[in-house]
T-cell receptor
């Protein structure tokens, strides 16, 4: 298996622009998580899905952030409009329900820079 | 509410020395416990996990961790550190109806 795939790996954009981050989870995994990592706040859970349905989006910082999972093999995290404080590394992770362990497999991340 | 505390932000050790990274959790029941490692520019990789049974868990890369219920701890250890172990280490607790909560991480610096 190729693992969790994220694209792009790096994104540089100007303030006010729309940014879309993409994630392909591991085949067969039914949970998908979006995290944001910064020096100041560490690793923050933004939202997670179970069987393509958003379960908890309480970590989404504001209405500028939205996430979708149209099918089991694809998810997007969108920021519109982007702001410099959104600069961070965004990780996608997936896991399988078996044993309710939530052992997560992380993608390589997307480093977002908003100027 | 569940929480995970990693009290050390940075740890510096010499290559070949032993290592212990601390992790304490607050949880309603015995959680599933995890240690992840993050090398620079990469995602998090699972080092080891504890679900039940033997409280000493072996992981990849020569790491081990010990679950101590009385201390609500799950400390990570390695008897001899290699320069390639320099990375960020994250402890996480979860399971059952709770998705994992991550600690803030401990940055390991290895001196030659």
């Amino acid at each position: 298996d190729a693992g969790v795939i994220q694209s792009p790996r790096h994104e540089v954009t100007e303030m006010g622009q729309e940014v879309t981050l993409r994630c392909k989870p591991i085949s067969g995994h039914d949970y998908l998580f979006w995290y944001r990592q910064t020096m100041m706040r560490g690793l923050e859970l933004l939202i997670y899905f179970n069987n393509n349905v958003p379960i908890d989006d309480s970590g989404m910082p504001e209405d500028r952030f939205s996430a979708k999972m149209p099918n089991a093999s694809f998810s997007t995290l969108k920021i519109q409009p982007s702001e410099p404080r959104d600069s961070a590394v965004y990780f996608c992770a997936s896991s399988a329900t078996g044993g309710f362990s939530y052992e997560q497999y992380f993608g390589p991340g997307t480093r977002l820079t908003v100027t | 509410a569940q929480s995970v505390t990693q009290p050390d932000i940075h740890i510096t050790v010499s290559e070949g020395a032993s290592l212990e990274l601390r992790c304490n959790y607050s949880y309603g029941a015995t959680p599933y416990l995890f240690w992840y490692v993050q090398s620079p520019g990469q995602g998090l990789q699972l080092l080891l996990k504890y679900f039940s049974g033997d409280t000493l868990v072996q992981g990849i890369k020569g790491f081990e961790a010990e679950f101590k219920r009385s201390q609500s701890s799950f400390n990570l250890r390695k008897p001899s550190v290699h320069w390639s172990d320099a990375a960020e280490y994250f402890c996480a607790a979860g399971g059952g109806s709770y998705i994992p909560t991550f600690g803030r991480g401990t940055s390991l610096i290895v001196h030659p």
